[in-house]
Nanobody, 119 residues
Framework: QVQLVESGGGLVQAGGSLRLSCAVS????????IGWYRQAPGKQRELVAT???????KYADSVKGRFTISGDDAKNTVHLQMNSLKPEDTAVYSC?????????????WGQGTQVTVSS
């Protein structure tokens, strides 16, 4: 019933840009929050950016000013525009959605997409 399908990862040189997209198929669920987390080898998963149903955004300090999250309500899609990429941005990026149904909130994750930034 719920699917998060990511696209847009890849290999880019430092200073370059990538755009990640996540299409959400959510049936009768309503969206609370959607966004991106990332996990680099040997490190814990960390929040990158999220956007709420009301449009409020949250960013990790390390990406502020470089990454922009935006939502397309009509297409149930969220985008992460990543500019001025650095080698330390290399990680598996996973789409995350907190969906509400009958007052209960459920967490969903995409399969992850690799982002590699070469120096």
């Amino acid at each position: 019933q719920v699917q998060l399908v990511e696209s847009g990862g890849g290999l880019v040189q430092a200073g370059g840009s990538l755009r990640l997209s996540c299409a959400v198929s959510r049936s009768t669920f309503t969206l609370n929050t959607i966004g991106w987390y990332r996990q680099a080898p040997g490190k814990q998963r960390e929040l990158v950016a999220t956007i709420s149903s009301g449009g409020s955004t949250k960013y990790a300090d390390s990406v502020k000013g470089r990454f922009t999250i935006s939502g397309d309500d009509a297409k149930n899609t969220v985008h992460l525009q990543m500019n001025s990429l650095k080698p330390e941005d290399t990680a598996v990026y996973s789409c995350y959605a907190a969906l509400n149904r009958f007052g209960l909130v459920y967490d969903y994750w995409g399969q992850g997409t690799q982002v590699t930034v070469s120096s």
